[in-house]
Structure formats: structure tokens, C-alpha cells
Nanobody, 115 residues
């Protein structure tokens, strides 16, 4: 069984920074790709960033250059460093993975950026 637990959300002013963490239980973390998604009120859940087991990364165009996804396989933890935050980054952020053909989501962490 895989469990994902996000933390690190909060309220920040525009231009500020936050780092989200996603702790992953189970022994599959080091071999599975991981993703961060976000969902703003009334909008669909969108992909923010992805990282492969080997560390290759991809970003949505809206966050490229401001957000950095990383992983620490020794700690079974996924990170999202978010800099130069904008009000439009306000959303619930979720980590996601697929392991043994099953999809797993965390419970989400709220990020609110004030103008």
C-alpha cells in the first residue's frame, strides 16, 4: 500500500516562496515517477511538474523558471520549491504517483497567495 502525505502549504504574499513536501510510504518511491498537480476553485486539476525516477523533470509553462521539483529517494520524499509566487498560483496542491498500475493521490495542501 502506498500513501502520500503533503505538507508545507500556507498563506504567502505575492513574490514570496514556499516549499511543499510529499512523504511517500512504501518501498516503491525510488522507482516511480512522481508529479505535482494543483486545483483552483472551479477549475480542473492541472499538472504542475513531474520528475522521473532518474531525476528528469518537466514543468507546466506557467511555472517554468519559478518552481523546482525534486526528490530525495533516501527520505522517500518529493518536494516542490515555489519562488516568485503569484495570486494565480493559489490552489490546493496534490502529489501523485502510479505504482503497480494503481493511481495514488495525497490529500492535498492549500497554497494561498495574496496580492
Amino acid at each position: 500500500q502506498v500513501q502520500l502525505v503533503e505538507s508545507g502549504g500556507g498563506l504567502v504574499q505575492a513574490g514570496g516562496s514556499l516549499t511543499l513536501s510529499c512523504a511517500v510510504s512504501g518501498s516503491v518511491f525510488s522507482i516511480t515517477p512522481m508529479k505535482w498537480y494543483r486545483q483552483a476553485p472551479g477549475k480542473p486539476r492541472d499538472l504542475v511538474a513531474a520528475i522521473t525516477s532518474g531525476g528528469s523533470t518537466n514543468y507546466a509553462s506557467s511555472v517554468k523558471g519559478r518552481f523546482t521539483i525534486s526528490r530525495d529517494n533516501a527520505k522517500n520524499t518529493l518536494y516542490l520549491q515555489m519562488n516568485d509566487l503569484k495570486p494565480e498560483d493559489t490552489a490546493v496542491y496534490y502529489c501523485h504517483t502510479i505504482a503497480s498500475s494503481r493511481i495514488y493521490w495525497g490529500q492535498g495542501t492549500q497554497v494561498t497567495v495574496s496580492s
